[in-house]
């Protein structure tokens, strides 16, 4: 998959993190993408700028490049997918605002997702296929046509 309009960026850790550089008025901003286990199959993504040694999820960086942002973060994505086939993508926003933004890509994006990867959304405790009418708090998303013989 091609994700176009995305920033270049640096992968690490067997694919678990990746880092690159927002451009825009504000200035170069880092940023980072990581990859964390939550049980034995699900891994939580995690997304935001680095600022001084952690990672701030919360900040709103307001560099007018959020469209290049959001394609780097899907191209980590199929690169983590394919480099750990199997696994399941949790995607929780961690807040509102990013919530009603997820809700939208995955609404906007939907056919091309589906070409790679079923999608599934949380309400709650309750897990169900990706449905543009609905409004979720969390999102799964899983490769499909796997090999698992490729499992690194």
Same mark, same amino acid.
């Given at each position: 998959? +091609?994700?176009? /309009? #995305?920033?270049?960026?640096? #992968? =690490?850790?067997?694919?678990?993190? $990746?880092? $690159? ?8 901003? +880092? ?6 286990? @939550?049980?034995? &199959?699900?891994?939580?993504? !995690? $997304? !935001?700028?680095?600022?001084? /040694? ?20 899907? %191209?980590? *994505? ?7 086939? /199997? ?11 990013? !919530? %009603? ?5 995955? %609404?906007? %994006?939907? =056919? ?5 990867? *079923?999608?599934? /959304?949380?309400? !709650? ?6 449905? =543009? ?5 969390? $999102?799964?998303?899983?490769? @499909?046509? &796997?090999?698992? =013989?490729?499992? @690194?």
């Amino acid at each position: 998959m +091609t994700v176009q /309009g #995305s920033y270049q960026y640096l #992968s =690490a850790f067997n694919s678990t993190w $990746f880092i $690159f550089e927002s451009r825009g008025p504000a200035g170069k901003i +880092t940023k980072v993408v990581v990859y964390e286990q @939550k049980d034995a &199959l699900r891994w939580n993504l !995690g $997304f !935001g700028d680095l600022v001084d /040694g952690e990672i701030d999820d919360a900040v709103i960086s307001n560099n007018s490049d959020l469209v290049r942002v959001i394609s780097t973060v899907a %191209k980590t *994505v199929y690169e983590f997918s394919e480099t750990h086939p /199997g696994r399941i993508i949790y995607i929780e926003p961690v807040d509102e605002k990013r !919530g %009603k933004l997820y809700n939208l890509i995955f %609404k906007r %994006k939907l =056919a091309e997702i589906e070409q790679t990867f *079923v999608v599934e /959304g949380w309400i !709650g405790k309750n897990k169900e296929p990706f449905n =543009a009418s609905r409004e979720y708090e969390a $999102f799964e998303l899983s490769r @499909k046509n &796997l090999n698992l =013989a490729n499992e @690194k």
